[in-house]
């Protein structure tokens, strides 16, 4: 939510409706109308202030917001990707710059910029892309408001290679078929841990240790639980023990499927695991082919009707066809005005006054065409945008107003002096 108020407020910035000082102003006006709470507020402005300084002292000639980026290799083939929240274009000494900013709102402080892989990843990424080759530098920034950090970073054209080694290893060394395995709480993304392949999880030692120190609630029976605390507490140890279970579970179906004995008596009952094999899930193919599978019983309205749309995935497959046409038609207008450029040139040579002028006037046209293209340069964000008010106008689409609630765990160190 912070994100879309800061690349709002950037945007209105980029359309021409503010000064850079607009900005602060125009974002502050929005979050009243949100009734965002002050540190909401405060970690917006922070970040405001500090793009809006950067605009006014760089002179700033290019802004985009929300940009995909991505890191491909030598031959066209994806290596990495990711979406830049702000990226500020300027010149210096006649050559073109970058600055890339991210805008960090956790809690948790990031690695700085000149050890960010992901800074890294996308500066690289940019420096690669068709519209930047003009560039001579990225300057990669990261700002974290609600624990006061700024850092940024430049990396040089000529440092793309050594970066891009970096990031190819980093991915290699990660897509191992047996990486090294450290138990840490980036567990519950790992898909190691998610399918019970971690040897370093099914480790009861790893788990003896780390709970050493959990604050244990009186039971872990709801019903014989009375204070919020002691609720906190059990959900906490949950939380925390939760991620070792996954490779004692996948170990346990292995066994069980080998017929090996899994039962024991525990306080006069008979434990036992056995396996119960469920029916494979049925997954459906391309839908076109389906139709054409079944054309002359299910009509296209009635195929359509057995489908499930998602908003997210409509959003991408529509941004991707935009900013695909988008960056075709600048393409092509590219081509136009170095077209009538060569036109001119060879016209001038010849002392063709003719060709010479329609060189002009298409030429002026193609300019126009571009600035044109530039005004309204269509990005995933303002796609996404796009589509959503093309389906409401149709009533294809309604936000309810109902919050949904979820639990965050958040933790603080607390110092104690004792005098």
């Known amino acids: 939510m912070l994100h879309e108020f800061c690349q709002e407020a950037v945007e209105h910035y980029a359309a021409g409706k503010c000064d850079a000082k607009g900005i602060y102003e125009f974002a502050q006006g929005r979050m009243i109308a949100a009734d965002l709470n002050e540190e909401q507020m405060t970690s917006v402005n922070w970040c405001l202030h500090r793009v809006a300084e950067t605009i006014e002292s760089h002179h700033v000639t290019g802004v985009w917001t929300e940009e995909y980026v991505t890191i491909r290799q030598p031959d066209g083939g994806v290596v990495n990707f990711g979406s830049a929240d702000l990226i500020l274009f300027y010149n210096k000494g006649g050559k073109k710059y970058a600055i890339l900013i991210d805008y960090k709102f956790g ?44 850092t940024e970073a430049m990396v040089q054209r000529n440092e793309v290679p050594d970066y891009y080694d970096s990031i190819v290893q980093l991915i290699d060394d990660a ?28 480790n009861m030692t790893a788990i003896a240790s780390r709970c050493e120190d959990l604050p244990m609630p009186p039971t872990f029976e709801e019903g014989l639980l ?3 605390q002691d609720f906190a507490k059990a ?24 017929g090996e004995d899994m039962s024991f008596m525990h306080n006069g009952e008979f434990v036992e695991f056995v396996v119960a094999y469920s029916k494979s899930k049925r997954e459906l193919g391309n839908a076109g082919e389906i139709f054409e599978a079944l054309e002359g019983t299910l009509s296209p309205e009635q195929l ?11 959003e991408d497959v529509y941004g991707n066809i935009k900013v695909d046409e988008y960056k075709e038609s600048v393409t092509t207008v590219k081509a136009e005005i170095q077209h009538w450029k060569d036109v001119k040139k060879k016209a001038k040579k010849e002392k063709d006054s003719h060709n010479m002028a329609q060189a002009d006037y298409h030429g002026d046209n193609c300019k126009e065409k571009m600035a044109t293209l530039k005004e309204f340069r269509i990005t995933k964000a303002n796609s996404k945008e796009s589509l959503e008010q093309i389906l409401s106008a149709e009533g294809l689409i309604t936000r309810s107003d109902a919050k949904i609630a979820k639990i965050i765990m958040k933790t603080k ?5 004792i005098e």
């Open 235 to 258: 959900y906490w140890c949950m939380k925390k023990v939760e991620p070792y279970f996954y490779g004692i579970k996948k170990k346990c179906l292995e066994l069980a499927e080998a």
């Open 304 to 314: 359509m009707a057995c489908a499930e749309i998602r908003v997210t995935k409509l």
């Open 107 to 150: 809690r948790v402080k990031v690695d700085p910029a000149p050890t960010n892989r992901q800074g890294h990843s996308y500066a690289i990424a940019l420096l690669q892309s068709k519209d930047c080759q003009d560039v001579e530098a990225v300057t990669v920034r990261f700002l974290q408001p609600r624990i006061g950090y700024d």
């Open 175 to 202: 897509s191992m078929p047996n990486p090294p395995k450290t138990p840490c709480k980036a567990c519950a993304y790992c898909k190691f841990a998610d399918e019970g392949s971690c040897e370093a999880l099914a």
């Open 226 to 228: 009375e204070h919020p």
């Open 413 to 417: 160190q607390i110092n104690k002096e």
